[in-house]
């Protein structure tokens, strides 16, 4: 009975000393947009905004829409997310992640919208 109150109390102080989750809502800051441009519209705009101001980005096309992103050159702690969705005849782009409070990336954004 011993041992298993002493593995309780280290499993407590283990979980409250990890660091938290990047996935949390204080690493994942979002600001979203809407636009009526097209997901290759904007993301033509987007990729000549970055290779301008020679940025790093790498670009994924899915069915719905696209995201943009500089995890490569970065650590998740201060990548961004730009993630294009189709909604119909607009699309929805949010800028997420720590990154996305960089000055480049947000001017991006607004100039493409």
């Known amino acids: ?4 109150g002493i593995i309780t109390l280290l ?17 994942n800051s979002a600001k979203a947009f809407t636009t009526a ?8 705009c987007f990729a000549g905004t970055q290779d301008r101001d020679a940025l790093p980005w790498s670009y994924v096309r899915k069915a ?3 995201t943009f992103s500089n995890l490569g050159s970065r650590t998740i702690a201060s990548a961004y997310f730009v993630v294009v969705s189709d909604r119909g005849s607009s699309r ?6 720590n990154g ?3 000055i480049a990336v947000n001017q991006a954004v607004n100039q493409c919208v």
């Open 1 to 4: 009975m011993k041992d298993i």
């Open 37 to 44: 441009k097209s997901a290759d519209e904007f993301a033509s």
């Open 64 to 66: 719905d829409g696209a």
């Open 100 to 102: 996305s409070s960089e």
């Open 11 to 27: 499993s407590v102080i283990i979980s409250a000393a990890a660091p938290s989750s990047p996935a949390s809502p204080e690493h």
């Open 92 to 97: 929805e782009v949010r800028l997420e992640g």
